[in-house]
């Protein structure tokens, strides 16, 4: 059974604070990851894919991969309100026409 | 780019109607679409993989005689939800990829359709 699991949060942070979320895997065949954002009611969105170990930067989100841990993360510096949503965090083989398997997601919220 | 079209974003409908859900990809070509159903607070769930021109795969549990999916050519796949019944309102969302082109390698969604069977 393949699983990706995420603390469901809620995890709050003040704005301007860096928010951390986890998510590991337990499939050590992906090779895939991704993080998506939900706002309540919309489709997700994508933020960051990271193939390889280390660190990916894009703006203010750094994704981290951690493959012999089987571990992903994801970092949002300068939080800000609109960044409260639900992040989910996804996994697929390299394979085409693999599909995401979905992590249950954490919810963020960033006061003001 | 990567732009996922999907519509209608929202249905009402009686009991034992059939509804159609379509998702385009606006400006690549999906060799592949998948199709999600998610019910409020949870996680998506996938209900079925199709590839263009071939049968689509379905998910353990999710009935392909309910759940029929067309996956006609590299910009458009639907999914008709025949018979719907209550059970069967939630948020359905597709996603389309391609997987020989890197820039579309990750599933892009659909905007999603809120279905509502009364």
């Known amino acids: 059974q393949k699983e990706v699991e995420q603390n469901s949060g809620p995890l709050s942070v003040p704005e301007g604070a860096i928010a951390s979320l986890n998510c590991t895997y337990s499939?050590?065949?992906?090779?895939?990851f991704f993080w998506y954002r939900q706002y309540s009611g919309k489709s997700p969105e994508l933020i960051m894919s990271?193939?390889?170990?280390g660190d990916k930067e894009d703006g203010r989100f750094t994704a981290q991969l951690n493959k012999a841990s089987q571990y992903v993360s994801l970092l949002i510096r300068d939080s800000q309100p609109s960044d409260s949503a639900t992040y989910l965090c996804?996994?697929?083989?390299?394979?085409?026409?693999?599909?995401?398997?979905f992590g249950k997601g954490t919810t963020l919220s960033v006061s003001s | 780019g990567a732009v996922v079209s999907q519509h209608p974003s929202r249905v009402i409908c009686k009991s034992g109607t059939s509804v159609k859900i379509e998702c385009r990809s606006l400006d690549f070509q999906a060799t592949t679409m998948f199709w999600y159903r998610q019910f409020p607070k949870k996680s998506l769930m996938l209900m079925a993989t199709s590839n263009e021109g071939s049968k689509a795969t379905y998910e353990q549990g999710v009935e392909k005689d309910k759940f029929l999916i067309n996956h006609a050519s590299l910009t458009l796949s639907t999914l008709t939800v025949t018979s719907a019944h209550p059970e069967d309102s939630s948020f359905y969302i597709c996603?389309?990829?391609?997987?020989?082109?890197?820039?579309?390698?990750?599933?892009?969604f659909g905007d999603g359709t809120r279905l509502s069977i009364l």
């Open positions: 996603s389309a990829s391609n997987f020989g082109d890197s820039r579309y390698s990750a599933q892009h």
């Open positions: 996804a996994v697929t083989l390299n394979q085409a026409g693999t599909a995401l398997i």
């Open positions: 499939d050590r065949g992906s090779q895939s």
């Open positions: 990271i193939y390889s170990n």
